[in-house]
C-alpha cells in the first residue's frame, strides 16, 4: 500500500511539472496573430510562442521567406544585418545577425545554424535554430548572444492553408534587466508574423 501511494504522489508531481512547462499564458491577438508567453525555469527572460495561420499561400513559400537571410532586417524588428557564414545546403545555414538595442544599451549579435526537416508528406517542415555564438570571434561594440534556441513549425493544415508556430528562448546577454527583454516579446514575434503573412501571400 505504502508503495502505491508513493506512486502516485511521483505521477502527481510528474504532471504537475510536466504541466508547468507547457503553462503558456495568452498575451496578445491582433492581425490574426495569437502570441503567448512562459516563464522558463532558472531564467528571468520568458519565452514565447507565436501563432498563425496564413491562407492564400503554399508551405514552401513561406518557408522560402523565413529562411531567407539577406532580408532577414526587413522581415524582423529590431534586426540591423544578417548575412550566411555558411550555406550547407538549401535548408541548412550557419548565419550571423546583429540586433539593435535601445541606448543605452549595447547592441547585440548572434549565429544561429538553421536546420530544416520535411515530413514524409512534404506537409510539414521544422526549421530548427540552434546557438552557434563560437562559430566566429566576437566583435567590438557587439555584446554575443550564446544562449538561445527556438523553432519554427510549419503544417499545412488546408488546401493553400499554412498553420506557422514561431517559439523562442533566449537570454540576451550582459546586463539587461528581465522586464525590458521581456517587454519585446510580444509586439517583436508578432511583426515578425505580419510581416510573414504578408511577404507569404503577396503575388
Known amino acids: 500500500m505504502l508503495f502505491v501511494r508513493l506512486l502516485l504522489v511521483i505521477i502527481i508531481l510528474t504532471s504537475v511539472s510536466a504541466s508547468a512547462k507547457t503553462d503558456w499564458k495568452l498575451r496578445k491577438e491582433a ?24 491562407t492564400n499561400t503554399t508551405l514552401n513559400r513561406v518557408l522560402n521567406v523565413i529562411i531567407d537571410v539577406k532580408n532577414y532586417p526587413n522581415n524582423f524588428p529590431n534586426c540591423g544585418s544578417a548575412k550566411v557564414l555558411e550555406q550547407k545546403s538549401k535548408y541548412d545555414d550557419i548565419h550571423y545577425i546583429t540586433i539593435k538595442a535601445p541606448w543605452p544599451i549595447t547592441d547585440r549579435d548572434a549565429i544561429y545554424e538553421a536546420t530544416t526537416t520535411f515530413s ?6 521544422q ?46 546577454a ?30
Do not use: C, M
Open 31 to 54: 492581425s490574426g496573430v495569437t502570441i503567448y508567453t512562459r516563464n522558463v525555469e532558472g531564467s528571468p527572460y520568458d519565452e514565447f510562442k507565436a501563432v498563425v495561420t496564413i
Open 120 to 125: 514524409q508528406d512534404g506537409k510539414r517542415a
Open 127 to 172: 526549421v530548427k535554430l540552434d546557438p552557434r555564438g563560437d562559430y566566429l570571434g566576437e566583435k567590438k561594440n557587439f555584446i554575443r548572444v550564446h544562449n538561445g534556441s527556438g523553432f519554427w513549425d510549419l503544417q499545412e493544415v488546408a488546401p493553400n492553408t499554412v498553420q506557422v508556430i514561431y517559439q523562442f528562448h533566449a537570454d540576451p
Open 174 to 203: 550582459g546586463e539587461i534587466p528581465a522586464w525590458i527583454a521581456n517587454s519585446v516579446i510580444v509586439s517583436n514575434p508578432l511583426k515578425t508574423l505580419e510581416n510573414l503573412k504578408k511577404l507569404a501571400t503577396e503575388t
